[in-house]
């Protein structure tokens, strides 16, 4: 073989390669598949949704994951729901909210529902003042409380078309948040005030130091648990009413009404 | 004739029944709680209450909720998350999507727990929490069915090797530090030849004790970048956020030529003294904690990054150094010993990090502060609780050994006081005085005096006398009834039914005073009438005290009002704020009123270390005749 058929064959090579990367190029700066960026891709709406969850996160976590409380202990100004609850004395409480993540998950999902679908309209309202056509299908959005994060997936089937089309349908959104811990503390103390009526938050603490976990008894019986994240001061607080003891021996008043 | 004869029988019985029936059901519904409510008027579900608390869209039913198909209590399991929850209603349970069975957690298969190990974590949860946990930490389910307690389940999770987990990601070559199971390599290369690394493939690559930022691994983490907390240390990060070794400002020893060194070679463990070394040490009193530089970084913090070993020593409300995890109790004042003032409650201060976090125990003084120390090679070691006080048979307690017996009881045994009486008036329905008071206080019952003359209680509280006898009483209300019976006052002497001494709770019960409740009911077990005796001569000179004259000293109004006050908030006592309540008591001899003096009382909050119990010696004053009347009421004047 000659040089010449050599240095023919390198050259063939270098365009060769010289079209490969500009044909990444363009596929990756230009094209951008929504199937390669799962997430909100050119949707610019992740830091609305973020401060969205955050939000709604800090003001759910004030009582005890309900928006609206309907049984609940007025403390400081707070509508403090009740987890466990009994009327009378000497007695363990009866649940109130047994599954407590899952509440906090629904009752989310209900308060930022309308601001994140607001967020993702806001979007897409950019891309049609930037002229492209847009074709949007029914919207569908769940959220997942997962350790340190918040998963918002969003099923919104939209289409873009301007010269190109271009389709998207899943958006998955993770926001870094500790409510998952503040539940699963919240679950295992409520598991304690229904047997035993009390739990030992000290000792927990020393287990999770990043988080500060106070208890307040009231006079009348009623235990208000008060846990936060010494960093995000992200809170959670809920009330127990469990083996409450009457002032005195008790014998006038059976109990407080329920 | 016959016919309508049995025609009135039959419509009389029918009265008479449903007038039977009416009268019975009246009286069940007297009766209260009555019903068992699925849903109350507040939003409460399953509660015993009155019908008139339940809401009308929800079931109710004449019986305990524990009977009824809706409300009853069992536990409710949740599939997704593996976690069981007991006392729950079935209602409850099923509108959250739970399952719930009548059986008890400890007999449902699927709450059975078990040891899950979650990398160098463990945790003893059922089986199905444990699948749950490994699913999201992305790890292979490790769960030991065999072991059943946590301390041997934490044991049983050890430290497992951590490395570099080399892998290509967005055309670069980068790095995770954790361990072999999570990096899940499917080759392992292990050998470093010349420098570089051998047999990289895009999957992932598992170099054991290697840190990331090791040179010969190529990837784009370079070596400390930042500072951060790791398990209470300080830990080195690359810039690709992966930890490091722990941070020593000798940048060098602690990279260890990207290698893995145990924290104690890097440097000694610290005890707050050096704020460039990482390795905080529990039992030091030091942790992990971000360096507040405040202006100009005065002060000195660590070389490099924001974190260091903080001390987490605490100072309590009396200047001494806590150790983290200590706790110690806080009072209101004076405790214990019958002194805790009206108002106050025992608190539980524990020092979690540097911070002193003040836990109340109960109100009403329901729950005492106990406090015990442990002797540790770094000194002391307190630790506190607060547990029930046992306050509650203390009045029944006849002897001082049975009274004294603290697996029985919270109680403390005071010497006898004349003329007392325990359990020996009943209640009353006017606020703040029991009935026995209240009716010394409408009567009058100073007899006129003569040569010898002994005069009974149960007269007004303020009387108007006139005579030589006196009379010493304290009276009161009584739980288990017995009034003192008025018509034997004047001829009897004087008695007690205490003749050994008192037994009362060590630490007195709070009162919602300002409710209707039992309050008065307390405060007037304990009653006390004393009749002095005098002489007079028979042409001149005053007359002369013969029998139970201590009854006229301040000392006898003391003592009878130390076992008023120990009762609860009863008696003439001093508040939390340090006020003295005067109207808790009445105290007469012969028509005049005398005045307990204000008891030394301590107030304000201060660190509960137990002192030693020392013996006071008091005088047990013994006679008859005359009579002082002191009524104990509630300490009021909160």
């Not at chain 1, 994140?116 to 919207?139: L, M, N, P």
């Not at chain 2, 016919?3 to 008479?16: E, G, Q």
């Not at chain 2, 202006?295 to 070389?303: F, Q």
């Not at chain 2, 070691?381 to 307690?397: D, E, I, P, S």
Request: a negative charge.
């Amino acid at each position: 073989m000659s040089i010449n058929n050599k240095r023919g064959q390198v050259t063939i090579f270098i365009i060769v390669a010289l079209v490969i990367v500009a044909a990444i190029l363009v596929f990756f700066l230009w094209i951008k598949p929504s199937y390669i960026t799962p997430t909100t891709g050119q949707f610019a709406f992740e830091s609305c949704v973020e401060d969205v969850i955050e939000e709604e996160i800090l003001t759910l976590g004030e009582t005890g994951g309900y928006i609206k409380p309907e049984f609940y202990y007025n403390y400081q100004g707070y509508k403090i729901p009740y987890y466990c609850y009994t009327n009378e004395y000497y007695k363990p409480c009866v649940v109130q909210q047994p599954l407590v993540k899952q509440n906090f998950e629904e009752q989310l999902l209900l308060a930022s529902k309308e601001k994140i679908y607001s967020c993702f309209e806001s979007s897409v309202d950019e891309f049609k003042a930037r002229g492209y056509d847009v074709r949007e299908g029914e919207k569908k959005l769940n959220l997942e409380i997962n350790p340190e994060e918040v998963v918002v997936k969003l099923n919104a089937p939209v289409t873009l078309s301007q010269e190109t089309s271009q389709r998207f349908t899943d958006f998955e959104i993770k926001i870094n948040s500790p409510i998952y811990d503040l539940l699963m503390i919240s679950t295992s103390i409520l598991q304690f005030e229904a047997k035993y009526g009390d739990s030992d938050t000290s000792t927990t603490m020393f287990f999770y130091p990043n988080l500060i976990i106070d208890k307040y008894k009231q006079g009348e019986g009623t235990t208000i648990y008060l846990l936060e994240d010494k960093q995000t001061r992200t809170k959670l607080q809920f009330a127990s009413r469990s083996y409450a003891w009457p002032p005195g021996y008790g014998l006038v008043e059976s109990g407080i009404e329920g | 004739m016959k016919k309508l004869t049995l025609t009135k029988l039959l419509l009389t019985s029918i009265i008479v029944i449903t007038i039977f029936a009416s009268l019975v059901y009246a009286a069940g519904t007297r009766s209260q709680p009555s019903v068992c409510c699925e849903k109350t008027n507040a939003g409460a579900y399953c509660i015993n209450t009155e019908p008139a608390n339940c809401d009308a869209q929800h079931q109710q039913s004449p019986t305990s909720c524990e009977t009824t198909s809706y409300c009853k209590t069992g536990t409710c399991y949740d599939s997704k998350e593996g976690i069981c929850m007991s006392n729950t209603p079935k209602l409850l349970c099923d509108q959250a999507g739970g399952t719930w069975d009548a059986k008890s957690e400890e007999d449902l298969p699927q709450c059975n727990l078990g040891c899950c190990i979650i990398v160098d974590q463990a945790a003893l949860v059922p089986l199905v929490r444990c699948k749950r946990l490994s699913s999201l930490y992305g790890v292979e389910i490790d769960y030991r069915n065999e072991i059943k307690s946590e301390m041997e389940c934490i044991a049983t999770a050890t430290a497992k090797e951590k490395g570099a987990c080399v892998f290509e990601e967005d055309f670069s070559r980068t790095c995770r530090f954790e361990t072999r199971e999570e990096c899940d390599a499917q080759e392992e290369v292990e050998t470093i030849v010349n420098g570089t690394a051998q047999g990289i493939t895009n999957e992932k690559t598992f170099y054991e004790d290697y840190l990331c930022s090791a040179e010969e691994l190529g990837t784009d983490c370079a070596r400390q970048a930042s500072t951060d907390c790791y398990e209470g240390k300080v830990y080195w990060l690359d810039s690709c956020g992966n930890r490091e070794n722990i941070y020593s400002s000798d940048k060098d020893l602690s990279w260890n030529n990207g290698r893995v060194l145990d924290a104690d070679e890097i440097c000694a463990p610290n005890d707050g003294t050096n704020k460039n070394c990482g390795n905080c040490d529990y039992l030091l009193g030091t942790r992990c904690a971000e360096f507040e530089s405040g202006l100009l970084n005065i002060g000195g913090g660590p070389e490099n990054g924001d974190y260091y070993c903080k001390k987490t020593v605490c100072e309590d409300s009396e200047g001494n150094e806590r150790k983290n995890g200590e706790s110690w109790c806080v009072y209101d004042g004076d405790h214990g010993k019958g002194k805790d003032p009206v108002g106050s409650r025992h608190y539980k201060a524990v020092c979690v990090d540097g911070e002193v976090h003040v836990e109340p125990c109960a109100d009403f003084r329901n729950e005492q502060c106990i406090y015990d120390s442990i002797e540790t090679e770094d000194g002391e070691f307190g630790v506190a609780q607060c547990r029930v006080n046992m306050w509650q048979t203390c009045l029944q307690k006849v002897t001082k050994e049975s009274c004294e017996n603290e697996a029985k009881g919270d109680c403390k045994w005071l010497p006898p006081v004349t003329g007392l009486l325990i359990g020996e008036a009943q209640g009353t329905a006017k606020p703040g005085v029991g009935p026995q008071a209240q009716e010394a206080m409408n009567q009058q019952a100073f007899p006129e005096a003569g040569d010898t003359t002994t005069q009974g209680t149960e007269g007004e509280a303020f009387p108007e006398t006139t005579g030589t006898g006196t009379g010493a009483a304290i009276t009161g209300q009584a739980l288990f009834g017995g009034d003192d019976d008025k018509d034997k006052e004047t001829d009897e002497d004087t008695e007690t039914n205490r003749p050994s001494g008192v037994c009362v709770p060590d630490i007195p019960p709070g009162f919602d005073f300002w409710k209707k409740g039992d309050a008065q009911g307390i405060c007037g077990q304990a009653s006390a009438k004393c009749i002095v005796k005098f002489e007079k001569p028979l042409v001149f000179g005053d007359r002369e005290c013969v029998e139970n004259c201590e009854c006229l000293e301040t000392e006898w109004g003391t003592q009878a009002n130390t076992i008023c006050s120990s009762l609860g908030d009863c008696g003439g006592y001093v508040n939390y704020i340090g006020e003295y309540g005067k109207k808790g008591y009445s105290w007469i001899v012969e028509d005049e009123l005398k005045e307990v003096p204000k008891p030394k009382v301590a107030i304000g909050r201060n660190i509960g270390i137990p002192e030693e119990e020392t013996e006071t010696e008091t005088t047990s004053p013994t006679g008859n005749s005359i009579i002082v009347d002191l009524i104990n009421n509630l300490k009021g004047d909160k």
